[in-house]
């Protein structure tokens, strides 16, 4: 069973940028496809990013649009998510996930295709 905590998450003004880290334990880290979700108050957890096993083949929300980046190291068991040009919009609490299961692009568009969560981190853009 995997462990994930992120980090990174606080205020910034719009137009800014964050990255967020996310630090796994207890699994093997390079067999985990993995994801980043977001969830505003009122809202439904919304799906903002995956990437496969090494890398390779990444996905992201249609908000995203080339804002956001997401990356792994597999050496030191994390996985990122670069967000540029921030929007009061983007405002939530942004959660990692990780599933044991090879990437596919439907599937892991899912929250529910997710076996493991962090605790997620505060993301504040403001205006």
């Known amino acids: 069973q995997v462990q994930l905590v992120e980090s990174g998450g606080g205020l910034v003004q719009a137009g800014g940028s964050l990255r967020l880290s996310c630090a796994a334990s207890g699994g093997t880290f390079s067999r985990y496809t993995m994801g980043w979700f977001r969830q505003a108050p009122g809202k439904e957890r919304e799906f903002v990013a995956a990437?496969?096993?090494?890398?390779?083949?990444?996905s992201y929300g249609d908000f995203a649009g080339g804002k956001f980046t997401i990356s792994r190291d597999n050496a030191n068991n994390t996985v990122y998510l670069q967000m540029n040009s921030l929007k009061p919009e983007d405002t939530a609490v942004y959660y990692c996930a990780a599933d044991p299961a090879p990437y596919s692009e439907n599937y892991h568009s899912r929250a529910n295709s997710f076996d493991y969560w962090g605790q997620g981190t505060q993301v504040t853009v403001s205006s």
């Open positions: 990437i496969s096993w090494v890398g390779r083949i990444t």
